[in-house]
């Protein structure tokens, strides 16, 4: 068995086990569940202070399915690496102070080997928080499931959406989408600009930028997907770090939403 160990706990959470529980539980507890059945969730990473009660907003509309999902694909941005296409990791679980995740190896193994655009390289995934903080999340709202974690780098729309549906999968498969809204903006220039990307993702848009989401490459794939079945956009929540714990100058903005 081989492990991911966590990077940014003690940083992004706390690192104590049931220091850790609490402010899941409590960010969980604040959140408002809505009659949705979710098969893809698009949540923001940033430190718990700053975006995890616009996460768990997500999280929270998990609780009817704990026991339905049993597979999670999780695709978020590369913030370290640079690189092109998507990066599977060379492991068997990844850790965090919760318990260790183990990952769909088998799964994994098929993609990485039918599409050109997957690589297995650990370096990308070896200090990356996108996805590392989407799983205490999924820890305290799931019961029994597996991983399939996916750095994406620069890549087309058109290869993330071939990944995507190739692990579709049905009821049991869940899609998350990490990804931030805008960076380093005033207050209000966020809030407008933030305002005109969640509309962009409510109209299915393929076209988002790094100046609109981080994580727009996984999302633009995951929206062509959504045009050609036809999903619908949620709109959970919209806020940036001066709504949460940070000052108004210079803001980071977070949305979550569902999409089935």
């Not at 966020?190 to 393929?206: C, V, Y």
Request: with cysteine.
């Amino acid at each position: 068995m081989t492990v991911r160990p966590p990077a940014v706990a003690g940083a992004f959470y706390p690192d104590e086990p049931a220091a850790l529980q609490n402010v899941v539980s409590h960010l969980l507890t604040e959140a408002s569940e809505r009659k949705l059945s979710p098969k893809v969730l698009v949540v923001p990473h940033a430190g718990y202070i700053y975006s995890g009660a616009i996460a768990a907003s997500a999280y929270i509309q998990l609780t009817p399915y704990k026991d339905r999902i049993t597979r999670v694909v999780l695709l978020g941005p590369s913030h370290k690496v640079p690189f092109e296409g998507l990066a599977l990791p060379d492991c068997s679980h990844f850790s965090t102070p919760l318990g260790q995740i183990p990952l769909d190896t088998e799964l994994m193994a098929r993609a990485a080997a039918r599409f050109s655009q997957i690589q297995v390289m650990d370096s990308a995934h070896q200090h990356e928080h996108s996805l590392e903080v989407q799983c205490p999340f999924l820890q305290s709202t799931l019961d029994n499931f597996t991983l399939i974690p996916l750095v994406v780098g620069d890549a087309s729309s058109y290869s993330v959406a071939e990944v995507l549906d190739y692990l579709w999968g049905g009821d049991e498969t869940l899609i998350i989408i990490s990804s931030d809204l805008s960076h380093y903006l005033t207050y209000e220039e966020a809030r407008q600009r933030d305002g005109m990307t969640t509309k962009a993702i409510e109209q299915l848009s393929t076209s988002l930028t790094g100046g609109q989401a981080c994580g727009c490459y996984p999302l633009n794939g995951m929206m062509k997907v959504a045009q050609r079945l036809g999903m619908e956009v949620f709109t959970l929540d919209v806020r940036n770090s001066g709504d949460t714990a940070g000052d108004k100058n210079r803001v980071v903005g977070y949305g979550a939403f569902v999409i089935q």
